[in-house]
């Protein structure tokens, strides 16, 4: 196995993808059969809308499980994480150093649980870049596509 195919994981990432794919196999996948058996039932499949949608939503689904399973083969979890130094699983909070002095935190995690809305970063993003493998205290300078700017790591979790 390639390293470029690693999936990396917390172990929370790890159960809800699983928990996703056993909702897909035993709940999405046998309501979109009977969908399709029903669809059928009503004839002409050339006109049958419930019939073209009914097969697109099965190969969303049937997509999906590929995609989850070929995550779960390659999923590396992160088990140990160092208070240390920044890594993937770290809480880490910094302060921008410009002009308004604001302060964030950010759970590192892999790029398939990145969701900024729940302050969790991708370890692919500028900021989870230039963070990684430094300590508290550091400032280091985060290379963004609007430019560059210096954080300052404050706390690791």
């Known amino acids: 196995m390639k390293k470029d195919n690693v999936v990396y994981l917390t172990q929370e990432g790890l159960d809800e993808l699983k928990k996703e794919l056993d909702n897909l196999i035993k709940v999405k996948r046998p309501e979109n059969i009977q969908a399709i058996k029903e669809a059928r039932a009503l004839g002409d499949l050339s006109e049958n809308a419930d019939y073209d949608s009914a097969r697109d939503e099965q190969a969303q689904i049937e997509g999906r499980i590929k995609t989850i399973e070929k995550m779960l083969e390659n999923a590396k979890v992160i088990k140990e994480v160092s208070k240390d130094k920044v890594g993937i699983g770290t809480v880490v909070s ?21 969701d900024p809305f729940e302050s969790k970063i991708s370890n692919e993003s500028p900021i989870a870049q230039a963070l990684m493998n430094h300590k508290v205290g550091d400032v280091v300078t985060v290379n963004s596509p609007n430019g560059n700017y210096d954080v300052e790591i404050k706390d690791i979790k």
């Not at 910094?94 to 990145?114: F, L, N, P, Q």
Request: hydrophobic share 25%; no cysteine; aromatic share 10%.
């Open 94 to 114: 910094i302060r921008y150093m410009d002009d308004d002095d604001e302060e964030e935190e950010y759970k590192i995690v892999g790029s398939h649980e990145a």
